[in-house]
């Protein structure tokens, strides 16, 4: 049976007050008796209950963290900065994986709800008014990534928008007339009421990049897989006059794209130009240097954590905030 606070104070023939000074070093209590009080909790293998102690003080100092999934390497990276930085704050981090299904988002929170964590980091898959009064319903400090919810909801991110119509320039300058945007199926994710928040920014992006380059033949490629996006854009521009070249919403779709050409023999960039965005870590291992833009993800982690705690004290914490990005050149683009 586990010893208590009270058993040791039994054990030792002191009060309780007495052995809580010994365990928290405080003052009002003799060198010799806190010296007695600590060999005989180790004698008898006495550990503080760190999670009564915690709901005393209103605090678990614990934090959820509720994200999609691993597969692209911007959220394991962006996951173990958020943990590294609360555990110097002396928390513990909860990590919910999503999925992409908002079933198991609201699991995954009614979990974390359950739990008492003191605040949450989410990358929202939900969007509608309901799931905006459930979460507020949570009464818990809750920072968003990646997705924006409301203005309820403090936000970090990067202006996707605007780094894509800055990706645009950047290609039409090196010569690239024919530019396909490679995403996942935008629409079919509105359809089940998901977040499409920065797929659509970064969509946008895209498209007023054509516009402002007066380049008309814009083409989102959407539907079916990476493999079937591509043959589609090669099939379009088979006889197109002009540089060829893929803009795609991540690296994680831009090294998948590069795969498939390189099967398919087509030469990158003299035949067809590649660019992508996150500029992740694995990218120094693929040859040919990946053209992409970068932000920084260290950044992005440690500002969700620090806005977090703020939350946690300020109730009226509500801002947004909008992380520098630049282009990384690459041997991609010719």
């Known amino acids: ?64 963290v509720v994200c999609f999934d691993l597969y692209n390497n911007f959220f394991p990276e962006l996951i173990d900065t958020i943990e590294a930085r609360a555990k110097q704050k002396g928390y513990f981090i909860y990590l919910i994986l999503t999925h992409r299904d908002l079933a198991l988002e609201q699991d995954g929170l009614s979990y974390l709800y359950e739990r008492q964590v003191d605040g949450i980091i989410l990358f929202p898959i939900g969007l509608s008014e309901e799931y905006i009064q459930y979460l507020k319903g ?62 659509r920014q970064r969509a946008t992006g895209y498209l007023k990049g054509m516009e402002r380059a007066g380049l008309s033949n814009a083409q989102i490629l959407e539907k079916g897989t990476i493999e079937e996006k591509i043959d589609s854009f090669l099939e379009q521009h ?48 693929i040859t040919p240097r990946l053209a ?8 992005m982690g440690q500002t969700a954590i620090d806005l977090l705690f703020e939350c946690m004290v300020d109730s009226d914490c509500k801002r947004e905030y909008l992380l520098d990005y630049s282009i990384v050149d690459g041997d991609s683009l010719l």
């Open 1 to 64: 049976m586990r010893t208590t606070i009270k058993d040791l104070a039994e054990y030792c023939k002191v009060s309780i007050g007495t052995v809580d000074r010994a365990l928290n070093n405080r003052p009002g209590i003799s060198e010799r008796t806190k010296n007695m009080i600590l060999r005989s909790a180790e004698q008898l293998n006495y550990h503080p209950n760190h999670t009564g102690r915690s709901l005393a003080k209103g605090r678990t100092m614990t934090i959820g």
């Open 138 to 199: 949570l009464n818990i400090p809750i920072v968003t990534i990646y997705n924006k919810l409301d203005t309820a909801f403090p936000f970090v991110g990067v202006d996707d928008k605007s780094a894509m119509e800055d990706a645009v320039e950047y290609m039409v300058q090196k010569g690239y007339t024919n530019i396909g945007y490679v995403t996942p199926d935008i629409e079919s994710q509105e359809e089940k009421g998901l977040n499409t928040y920065t797929l």
């Open 238 to 285: 088979q006889d197109s006059d002009g540089k060829k070249a893929l803009l795609c919403l991540c690296d994680s779709y831009a090294v998948t794209a590069m795969r498939y050409l390189q099967q398919k023999g087509i030469r990158i960039p003299e035949q067809v130009g590649l660019m992508g965005y996150d500029d992740i870590e694995p990218l120094k291992y």
């Open 292 to 299: 992409t833009i970068q932000y920084s993800v260290l950044k």
